[in-house]
């Protein structure tokens, strides 16, 4: 493509040639559409503006150095996205309408999928709405399931490089029995405050503790939390947490790696004792984190030893990059091809 500098894409918004449409009325799901509008025309008392009826999904594609182009697991994105419409009474998009929307909008801009060894990638967004009207909280009768794609560089300008972070206290992302376990729009909406905050103040994020008790780590920003100590991989269970399929992978290439999991409640004091810790999720794959502050205490918790990725960071992350790439065997059997 002439004019983008792939090596220096953003993780932004890029115009594309064309996305894929879906309605669902009368009970069913319709054909998919192909458009090249970016916009979305909808009734003004639609359940997506009025009651937060949307969910959305993140996965990518990757152009391998054989010139194949690869998704990676698709197949999760697809079940998650179910799991979020269960939740807040949506139409569920069928695992294989999901499926040939997003490699129809992946073969339609192939020409944006960026070259081999630039570091950037194509992100494709599904995303599924209520369009039907309603002034009653009620769920919609109509929806609109459609996928976008963008091309894009690391989530984080500073790419594979440690960031610091600022523990949240005084913002909850999810309720402990609320959306916090799908990937709905609201939880977003609810750290934009505590995100800001965060940047302001100079950290890259925020990390979330428990709604509850404040006692034990939840969420890291818009990604999974995860530690190393003795050879094992830690990372949060909780209710209030999303499913990262990232997440969901290092723990099986942890594993091929020889390392114990353990996914449990993680208190915060344990913090002090974590040799490496980081974030992880579609967007930047592995975030390592430098240092942990905590404002109630003016606590800082130091990571990175002369400001490097921790060992185990670097190789699970590497790990993982090959495999989406196709320089690794993919063993777990998580690569599609796009014809």
């Known amino acids: 493509m002439e004019n983008i500098v792939w090596e220096n894409l953003p993780f932004g918004y890029f115009k594309t040639d064309y996305n894929i449409r879906c309605n669902y009325r009368n ?6 559409e192909i458009t090249s509008s970016e916009y ?31 998704l990676f697991r698709w197949e999760e994105n697809a079940r998650r996205m179910g799991r979020s419409a269960d939740g807040i009474q949506m139409a569920k998009v069928p695992d294989e309408l999901f499926h040939q929307a997003v490699l129809k909008a992946v073969q339609l801009n192939k020409k944006f999928v960026p070259p081999y060894g630039t570091g950037a990638s194509l992100y494709i967004r599904p995303l599924l709405f209520g369009t039907g009207a309603e002034v009653g909280v009620k769920a919609a ?29 005084d913002h909850d992302r999810a309720a402990p029995l609320g959306t916090g376990n799908i990937k709905v729009g609201g939880n977003y909406a609810a750290s934009l405050v505590s995100l800001d905050i965060a940047h302001h103040s100079g950290y890259g994020t925020a990390l979330y503790l428990d709604a509850r008790e404040k006692k034990y780590i939840d969420e890291c920003g ?24 990232t997440n969901m992978s290092l723990v099986e290439l942890a594993k091929d790696l020889g390392l114990k999991v353990e996914r449990r409640p993680v ?15 579609t967007a930047a794959v592995i975030t390592p984190i430098r240092k942990i502050f905590d404002p109630s205490t003016n606590k800082v918790y130091s990571y990175c030893r002369d400001n490097q990725p921790g060992p185990i960071s670097v190789k699970l ?23």
């Not at 009970?27 to 998919?32: P, V, Y």
């Not at 990059?321 to 014809?339: L, M, R």
């Open 27 to 32: 009970g069913k799901w319709g054909e998919l």
């Open 40 to 70: 979305i025309s909808v009734h003004m008392a639609a359940t997506a503006l009025h009651y937060g009826q949307e969910a959305f999904e993140g996965l990518k594609a990757y152009m391998g150095k054989d010139g194949k182009i690869r």
């Open 141 to 169: 009768k109509e929806y609109m399931f459609m996928v976008f794609v963008t091309p894009v560089g690391p989530y984080f300008k500073e790419g594979f490089k440690p960031v610091d972070i600022m523990i949240s206290r």
């Open 222 to 245: 818009p990604a999974n939390f995860f530690g190393i100590r003795n050879n094992t991989y830690i990372t949060p269970e909780s209710k209030s947490i999303l499913p990262s399929i």
């Open 267 to 281: 208190p915060i004091e344990e913090l002090e004792q974590f040799e490496e810790v980081g974030a992880c999720g």
């Open 317 to 339: 992350y590497n790990k993982l990059i090959a495999i989406q790439y196709g320089d690794e065997p993919d063993t777990h059997g998580w690569i599609t091809f796009v014809e």
